[in-house]
């Protein structure tokens, strides 16, 4: 780990350090239900994406950052062109963070870093079965982290206060 040779305030700085070991697809998958057929016939098709990430922790600063998109091209409210899945993955070493400050960098560095990756994965898979490529638009890491944070928090904020409800069901109210 390098240290920072500056002495701001008393305090030493410990430089951030993140380093790619590694980036992989861990999965991929491609499904069109509907072929040959659906390509006998003209349509706009209905975009659904669906982005998640996962993390697991390899001990010594190192994590596995994995990127999951699934791209779903509807026809209409039966039948599905295709769904073209891809798990990106990445090996990250991160030196001079811990505890909650590593969250941010898992959560969003990390997956800008593999979204290039995924998109490219996607399209070919998608290009591959016969469709034009899905073009994937930018997605911002630092929004979708600070709204799964936002809503672990209300999930915690729930199950307390119901648990508070179980403690105190002796109580009668009217």
């Known amino acids: 780990m390098s240290e920072d040779a500056s002495n701001v305030g008393g305090a030493r ?3 951030v350090q993140l380093r790619v070991e590694r980036m992989y697809v861990k999965d991929a998958s491609f499904e069109s239900p509907g072929a040959p057929s659906i390509f006998s016939t003209q349509f706009q098709p209905n975009f659904q994406v669906d982005i998640n990430t996962g993390i697991n922790s390899l001990g010594d600063n190192r994590h596995e950052v994995v990127l999951a998109v699934t791209a779903t091209a509807n026809r209409d409210e039966e039948h599905i062109a295709y769904i073209a899945e891809v798990h990106q993955a990445g090996i990250f070493e991160v030196k001079g963070v811990e505890g909650a400050a590593l969250h941010p960098v898992l959560g ?5 870093m593999l979204f290039p990756y995924v998109r490219e994965a996607l399209d070919n ?3 591959k079965g016969g469709f034009p490529p899905l073009q994937l638009a ?3 890491f630092e929004n979708l982290f600070r709204q799964a944070a936002a809503g672990q928090d209300q999930a915690q904020t729930a199950s307390a206060a119901a648990e ?3 403690a105190g069901s002796d109580k009668i109210t009217h």
């Open 13 to 15: 700085q410990v430089e």
């Open 108 to 112: 969003i560095a990390c997956p800008n």
């Open 125 to 127: 898979l998608i290009v």
């Open 138 to 140: 930018p997605v911002n």
């Open 164 to 166: 508070a409800d179980a």
